[in-house]
């Protein structure tokens, strides 16, 4: 009996001693809960893919593409003369990104027939599409000055403003987002709500199981590109950017992200070879948490007119710091590099496609936050009529860490995340004029401001239950851009 007794009253204090091991240790229980800079990059991928898309989504809006009807070079051969014919021939070539049959079919109409005020600024708008600026420029103020409507006055000046714009060697861009975001999961908890300590399945304390969350975002960007001047439009280039996420109740996941980069891209008909120093810095919880020092190294080649390869490697120093919420984050101090090979696959002017394989290698002062990852990935983006678009990624990984946290389990860490995000975008001047029925509804520097709302599933299916959970997450941001 005195032997049970001593035996249970030894489990207790054992448990008990366990529990205050790991409360001295809030990175045991709450690691996953710490944004890792892996996520604030992929984060910023998206923001980047998103603007790109508006930004293609307004240059589509801008053409005439919308209900042109398809017409085949032989429905042409049968009535060459029919200029309506050929003009919708010129438009489909368009959409079909064939700018130089365009223009050949454009320059043939216009030859017989010099007054078709309409066809020479479709052709002055295909030629500026093709960079050449002196024959669009040409052409534009041939018809400038005819009498038109004021809307296709207004059209040809922008054009013109446009091609004064793309003559300047240095080129200036700033960009303003604010929004707000949900997360069913804030903290990353785990979805069993428990945990293993010393391989002993322990409960997580309230604080420490799922919260969900509503975070205030604003992300602002600054960039230049310098045109060096050779006829092959190499170019020097850098920038900066802030991001900063506000919660409303978890405070200890606020974050703020500040960035510096600089590089230049050197190009010709083999290769484009891109080189892009940067720096990185994070704070978490309103304490410095992160520094990141390297940069990137970018191959990209137009294997084919539909087809685009490239390869790149990424390398950085890391330094975290230990802080409240995760003293033992300066483990994961140490290098990073990642090795990117893609294509991108251009099935139309509005629909494009990019695959992705990526190896990682992270490095760290202790071997149980070191790891080999492997990633899959794929991205859809889809331009629609009137500055509307679609992004929609998929990726799978799979991170294979190098040693056992005894404190957690014998067992070495092995975690398959899965991801999943759309994005819807448009500017706001479309849903002015879809709820007033009208055209031009909102001032030109409203209507171009561009509403997103990102929808994503997170899954990180982990062997330790530490870091197995899942996240449903919602965004919505309101950007303007100016380019100047």
């Known amino acids: 009996m005195a032997r049970h007794l001593a035996f249970a009253w030894a489990a207790v204090v054992g ?8 409360a001295a240790r809030p990175a ?3 690691q996953i809960n710490v944004p890792q800079p892996s996520e604030i990059r992929e984060e910023a991928e998206q923001q980047r893919r998103a603007r790109e898309a508006a930004e293609a989504a307004q240059a589509v809006q801008r053409r005439e593409e919308q209900g042109v009807r398809a017409v085949t070079f032989e ?13 919708d021939y010129a438009r ?88 707000f975001s949900y997360d069913s999961n804030r903290n990353a908890a785990p979805r069993s709500g428990g945990v293993l300590f010393l391989d002993t399945p322990l409960e997580v304390s309230d604080n420490q199981r799922e919260h969900s969350d509503k975070s205030f975002l604003s992300i602002g960007s600054f960039r230049v590109r310098h045109d060096l001047g050779f006829q ?79 390869g790149e490697y990424y390398g950085v120093r890391e330094h975290f710091r230990g802080i409240t919420t995760s003293p033992s984050s300066v483990d994961r101090t140490g290098g990073r590099q990642e090795v990117h090979l893609g294509t991108t696959w251009t099935l139309s002017p509005v629909l494009q496609l990019n695959f992705e394989a990526d190896v990682i290698r992270k490095n760290a002062r202790q071997s149980y936050v070191a790891y ?17 678009f679609f992004l929609f990624s998929a990726s799978g990984e799979l ?24 994005t819807y975008g448009a500017p706001l001047g479309f849903f002015a004029d879809l709820v007033s029925g009208d055209q031009g509804t909102l001032p030109d520097y ?25 996240n449903l997450s919602a965004q919505f941001l309101v950007s303007k851009r100016w380019e100047f």
């Open 15 to 22: 448990a008990a001693a366990a529990w205050s091991v790991l």
């Open 28 to 30: 045991f229980a709450q």
């Open 75 to 87: 429905q042409v051969l049968k009535d060459p003369d029919n200029v309506e014919l050929n003009f």
């Open 92 to 179: 489909t070539l368009v959409a079909q990104g064939d700018l130089k049959g365009a223009s050949a079919t454009l320059e043939r109409m216009l030859l017989n027939n010099p007054e078709l005020a309409q066809v020479r600024l479709f052709y002055a708008i295909v030629l500026y599409r093709l960079d050449s600026l002196d024959e669009a420029e040409r052409e534009l103020k041939q018809i400038v000055n005819l009498p038109m409507p004021d809307s296709l006055r207004k059209e040809i000046q922008s054009y013109l403003d446009r091609i004064g714009y793309r003559r300047k060697l240095t080129h200036y861009s700033a960009s303003l987002s604010f929004g």
């Open 232 to 310: 092959e439009k190499h170019e020097v280039f850098g920038g900066v950017s802030i991001f900063r996420q506000d919660d409303l109740h978890l405070n200890d996941q606020n974050l703020q992200s500040y960035s510096i980069n600089a590089g230049g891209t050197y190009k010709s008909d083999w290769v484009n070879v891109t080189v892009n120093p940067s720096h990185v810095r994070l704070r978490l919880a309103d304490q410095s948490y992160y520094e990141a020092t390297g940069g990137t190294f970018r191959l990209d080649k137009k294997a084919t007119k539909e087809f685009d390869v490239y």
């Open 372 to 388: 080999d990852g492997y990633q899959l990935q794929g991205n859809l983006t889809y331009l629609m009529p009137q500055g509307q």
């Open 399 to 422: 991170d294979i860490y190098d040693d056992p946290d005894l404190f957690v389990s014998a067992s070495t860490r092995r975690d398959t995340i899965m991801r999943l995000r759309g």
């Open 446 to 470: 409203i209507a171009d401001i561009t509403f997103t709302g990102a929808l994503q599933w997170l899954d990180n299916a982990s062997n330790l239950p530490n870091y197995d959970y899942s």
